[in-house]
């Protein structure tokens, strides 16, 4: 089955301890994103990779950082985590390419920093 | 400055009354204008891609159009099922997306 994977789903932690919530597609998809979402806010793009080792910042970056060593993997690292970043974050992928950019989401992970 | 604008930011409709969401954008260089559908809890269904202006797509009782600064997703005679927020995004020439906040759409029967 053609997904998005996220882990976890659910994590309340401390700030200041580094945490990483991993994203996984299976559907050779080269454009991979991370999104957060807040009420009112809507979705905000934290990061985007276009390719491995190709990664761009969106319009939320501070705070967090991302890397792309392999095709399907693209997990989201915050090194120093703050109350501020509680939010639910999505990953998504896609193909890349004019037609074929529609992102498929992850289920995801709702983060609590206390 | 938003980019990206969606009203309204709630809609209570009768079933079979039908209506249309409005998105708004003032991007640039538009690559492609999204249209997504979000449950509770759940993470956004992807439901239409634009990319020009006049083009229209169509899915069940869901029609998105595009115009060189909005775009509408038209919902004809709406079920309960079709109740869910819905989501416009653009993307630019740089692969950066943008959504907009959502519209809350509930359908009574």
């Known amino acids: 089955e053609a997904q998005v994977t996220q882990n976890p789903r659910y994590l309340i932690t401390v700030t200041g301890k580094k945490l990483t919530v991993t994203c996984s597609q299976n559907m050779n998809h080269e454009y991979m994103s991370w999104y957060r979402q807040d009420p009112g806010l809507g979705l905000r793009q934290i990061y985007y990779s276009m390719n491995v080792e190709v990664t761009d910042k969106g319009d939320v970056p501070e705070g967090y950082k991302v890397s792309r060593k392999e095709k399907r993997n693209f997990p989201l690292i915050l090194e120093s985590p703050s109350p501020n970043q509680t939010s639910l974050y999505f990953c998504a992928s896609s193909l890349f390419g004019q037609g074929k950019n529609e992102q498929y989401f992850g289920p995801g992970t709702r983060l609590t920093v206390t | 400055e938003d980019q990206v604008t969606q009203s309204p930011e709630a809609l209570r409709l009768q079933e079979g009354e039908s209506s249309s969401l409005n998105c708004s954008y003032t991007v640039s260089g538009l690559r492609g204008l999204f249209w997504y559908r979000q449950d509770p809890g759940k993470g956004p269904e992807f439901l239409f891609t634009?990319?020009?202006a006049g083009e229209e797509k169509e899915k069940e009782r869901l029609k998105a159009t595009l115009t060189k600064k909005e775009s509408f997703l038209h919902i004809t005679a709406p079920k309960p099922e079709d109740s869910a927020t819905y989501l416009c995004?653009?993307?630019?020439?740089?692969?950066?997306?943008?959504f907009g906040a959502g519209t809350t759409v509930t359908v009574r029967a």
């Open positions: 995004a653009v993307q630019e020439d740089d692969y950066k997306l943008s």
């Open positions: 634009l990319y020009s």
